[in-house]
């Protein structure tokens, strides 16, 4: 595989993660955002497990692509390890 389809595939797999953020953070919005801060959002995000399963499948699935750059693997795994930290109900968190 040359190295621009390679770049080509990464810039893909990038835009699809991002569409992937972008909805966790619009399903999981407060209905009121006047009302609430990013980082109650984000927070209200980390606490939904549904929505967290549905991204720790998508990750998974991208992070097998052997044909993606080295790095945006290595992105992918450690959001996959920020997943599994608040899927983990061992855990207590604050």
Same mark, same amino acid.
């Given at each position: 595989? @040359? %190295?621009? /389809?390679? /770049?080509?595939?990464?810039n =893909?797999a990038?835009? !699809?993660? $991002?569409k &992937?953020? !972008?909805?966790?953070?619009?399903?999981?919005?407060l #209905?009121?955002?006047?009302?609430?801060t990013? =980082? %109650? +959002?984000?927070?209200?995000? &980390? +606490?939904d497990?549904? =929505?967290? &399963? %549905?991204? +720790?499948?998508?990750? @998974? %699935?991208?992070?097998?692509?052997? @044909? &993606?750059?080295?790095?945006?693997?290595? +992105?992918?795994?450690?959001?996959?390890? =920020?997943?599994?930290? $608040?899927?983990?109900? #061992?855990?207590?968190?604050?």
């Open positions: 595989m @040359s %190295e621009d /389809e390679s /770049e080509c595939k990464d =893909v990038s835009q !699809e993660i $991002f &992937l953020l !972008e909805h966790l953070c619009k399903t999981c919005a #209905d009121d955002k006047s009302l609430a990013p =980082v %109650e +959002q984000t927070l209200d995000l &980390l +606490q497990h549904i =929505v967290l &399963l %549905e991204a +720790q499948k998508m990750l @998974s %699935e991208k992070s097998q692509d052997k @044909s &993606l750059n080295i790095i945006l693997r290595a +992105q992918i795994y450690a959001m996959l390890g =920020v997943i599994n930290l $608040f899927l983990d109900t #061992d855990i207590p968190h604050t």
